[in-house]
Every structure is written in structure tokens, then in C-alpha cells.
């Protein structure tokens, strides 16, 4: 049985030094909320039986770029057009669920972290949690709305000094 009760989840990932991980009950409390971005980082061949309502398919291969040395992320003008394109901006808390080692899900979210933007989490147990919890399952994932990106930078993320970056 489904857990409604949204006093059990006080939404500590919307408050500043949260939790970076949400599990499925929990955010099952949160799917209507208008600034929530649940993003399903899966391959087509890993999601044939469904997707969380609401979720957005997200390729994230497009997050490593071959031409770029190191951590091969794409160039500040590309991030913005990528998250842009699939309707994630800077006030939106996003989710990401994948269903294998959960490293394309932290791509992602460790790729909004490189821009800046801290309110996320990912999905514990993935895609496997939310079918174990019996939560709803939508056939398909939303189109998203695409929405113009102006991320705000401390320093260019292709620097020739190497350093960290944060927007803490």
C-alpha cells in the first residue's frame, strides 16, 4: 500500500546542505510539484517497461564530449543548451533515476553541479525502487518544455588552471 502521508517527507532536498539521494515514497510525495524535473538518464533498450510519471528521457551521452581533455564536459554554451533543451532550469529541483551502476544518473547531476546549480538528488535503488515500491508507472516519458539557460559561472569550466567549481 502507498504511502500518501507527505508529512512523512518534509522536503529536506528543497533546503540548503540536503541530502543528495530521495528515495521513491518520497518522492512519489513530491510528483506535482511544479518545479520538480524527474529526468530518466535510462537507455531506450533499459526502459521498456515504463517510466516514473512526469519523467523526461534524458540521453546522457550527450554530457561527455570527445573533442574536450579530462572529464570531457561539454563547453558551457552546449551544458546550457543541453539542460535548456529538455526544460531544467536553475529553479527547478531535479531528479535522476537510471537503472544500471546509477553513473549516468551522476553524470548528470555531477554536471549540474559543475554549472552551479545544487538542488538535486538521485533516485536510491533507481528505477528497480520505484517498481519494488508499487508506485504508479507511465507508459512514456513527457516532452519536455524547452526553456532558455543563462547559468551563472565563477570561473570558465575549460580554464587553462585547474580548479574546482561551486556556486555553494
Not at 532550469?89 to 559543475?114: I, M, P, Q
Not at 524547452?146 to 580548479?163: E, G, N
Amino acid at each position: 500500500m502507498r504511502n500518501t502521508n507527505t508529512s512523512v517527507f518534509a522536503a529536506p532536498a528543497f533546503r540548503e546542505g540536503a541530502e543528495y539521494v530521495i528515495e521513491a515514497d518520497a518522492l512519489n510525495c513530491l510528483i506535482h510539484q511544479s518545479n520538480l524535473r524527474i529526468v530518466d538518464v535510462r537507455s531506450k533498450a533499459q526502459s521498456p517497461d515504463g517510466h516514473i510519471p512526469g519523467a523526461i528521457r534524458f540521453d546522457a551521452t550527450r554530457l561527455i564530449d570527445d573533442d574536450m581533455d579530462g572529464l570531457r564536459v561539454p563547453n558551457e554554451k552546449k551544458i546550457s543548451q543541453i539542460f535548456g533543451d529538455h526544460g531544467i532550469s536553475s529553479g527547478d529541483f531535479v531528479v535522476a533515476y537510471d537503472d544500471d551502476t546509477g553513473a549516468n544518473a551522476a553524470r548528470l547531476l555531477w554536471t549540474l553541479d559543475l554549472i552551479g546549480h545544487n538542488r538535486y538528488a538521485m533516485l536510491d535503488g533507481g528505477f528497480a525502487a520505484w517498481e519494488d515500491a508499487g508506485l504508479d508507472i507511465a507508459a512514456d516519458t513527457q516532452t519536455p518544455n524547452p526553456k532558455p539557460q543563462t547559468p551563472c559561472y565563477i570561473l570558465p569550466l575549460h580554464s587553462p588552471t585547474p580548479c574546482l567549481i561551486s556556486m555553494r
